[in-house]
């Protein structure tokens, strides 16, 4: 094949503190510039393992290969996301650094991205003929749940789609360009909002992708990313209407009504004390509880620490207490004016409250917006 033939292709590999695979990854990658014109994009958050040093070495010595370095770890869907956006080719491939994703699946799917009439190629490891040695068996059954759940929120031309939480796809970059530019990097799950975001537009296929275990290191996947791809199935589910961090501190409140119940009765029936006596350490209990939770989950990119996250609780206090003024008030003004129904006008008040408490604290407490 002569070099006119040949496609440009921008492979995209996300890393954090994978020092020990990233050679060895692009090693394997340049074998395939006989088949197709290469341009090797590694996108680094400034691993504190050195990865980027290393790849800037590369970068020197192989022309293929070009590193861009961000400051602090903005998260793997951001980082496909400013590679995609950064890509030469007209076509891109995105997959793991950590030896997961196996080279020579990257000739398959580019040939049927090639030659078929598809905008996007999804590598999936539940397949028919594909393998998952990489997986434990519990995160394997976690993950094809998560798929079912996925493919239910999914438009319908995706449903045969048997992997849309894969980290490995390639796309054709003219045609998905406009929803890649689109997706909301606070997920993990990039392929999965950019099917969500492209809402059956695409024409998708996939090909079986072998899932191997991790070469060197250790997963980065965590509880905030379990709860990141609850928030995107939800957001997706109530037509992307309200922010995802909204409906996150919303279920994070909700949690806190438990709490408060639950403390409260134990108070009562364990600790012998009455009722007015109880409510108080309970209320601050919950909101203790609420923030917290909001701190590790909702806000965890501004993530308050030390001191901070001491004074950062007196505030979260003080903004959830004065809308309990405002909730009283709007209860009583609902209850008066628009409906005589008592749960009703209550949850005018709680509303209210909501909207202030998210509002508020995301100003106050964690500064932001
Ligand atoms: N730049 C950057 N920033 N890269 C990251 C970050 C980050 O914050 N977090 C992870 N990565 C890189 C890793 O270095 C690795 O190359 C790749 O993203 C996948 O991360 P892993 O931590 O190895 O993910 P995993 O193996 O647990 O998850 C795999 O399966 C998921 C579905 O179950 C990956 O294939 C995911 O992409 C996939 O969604
Ligand atoms: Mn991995």
């Not at 199935?233 to 909700?254: K, W």
């Amino acid at each position: 094949m002569s070099d006119e033939d040949k496609e440009l292709v921008s492979i995209i590999l996300p890393t954090y503190n994978e020092a020990e695979n990233i050679v060895s990854i692009i090693e394997s990658l340049l074998k395939l510039k006989d088949q197709f014109e290469l341009e090797i994009l590694v996108v680094d958050d400034d691993s504190p393992d050195g990865t980027g040093d290393l790849v800037k070495s590369l970068s020197r010595k192989i022309p293929e290969v070009r590193l861009i370095r961000r400051m602090g770890r903005a998260g793997l869907a951001s980082a496909i996301k400013e590679g995609l956006l950064d890509a030469a080719g007209d076509l891109a491939l995105v997959m793991d650094s950590d030896g997961q994703h196996d080279p020579a699946a990257v000739t398959l799917t580019l040939n049927t991205l090639i030659k078929g009439s598809f905008d996007l190629i999804v590598g999936s490891r539940f397949h028919a003929e594909a393998e998952i040695k990489g997986l434990s068996s519990r995160r394997e059954q976690g993950s094809s749940l998560a798929n079912a759940i996925a493919r239910y929120s999914l438009n319908k031309s995706y449903s045969r789609l048997t992997d849309t939480m894969s980290g490995f796809f390639a796309l054709r970059l003219d045609r998905a360009m406009p929803f890649v530019r689109a997706v909301d990097v606070n997920g993990f799950k990039f392929l999965y909002e950019l099917l969500a975001i492209s809402k059956g537009n695409l024409n998708v296929s996939e090909v079986p992708l072998t899932f191997k275990p991790r070469t060197h290191g250790n997963s980065k996947l965590d509880i905030a990313i379990f709860w990141d791809f609850l928030i995107s199935v939800l957001h997706n589910l109530t037509f992307r209407l309200l922010p995802r961090r909204a409906i996150s501190f919303g279920l994070v409140g909700t949690s806190g009504v438990f709490v408060q119940l639950v403390v409260n009765q134990v108070l009562m029936v364990i600790g012998g004390i009455n009722f007015e006596q109880a409510l108080p350490i309970a209320v601050i209990t919950a909101a203790s509880s609420n923030y917290m939770i909001n701190n590790t989950l909702t806000f965890r990119f501004q993530r308050l620490k030390g001191t901070a996250l001491f004074k950062g609780l007196l505030k979260f206090l003080i903004v959830a207490s004065l809308p309990v003024l405002a909730n009283v008030g709007v209860a009583s003004a609902f209850h008066r004016f628009v409906s005589t129904d008592l749960i009703t006008a209550q949850l005018a008040g709680i509303l209210v409250v909501f909207i202030w408490n998210y509002a508020a604290s995301s100003r106050f407490v964690w500064n932001t917006p």
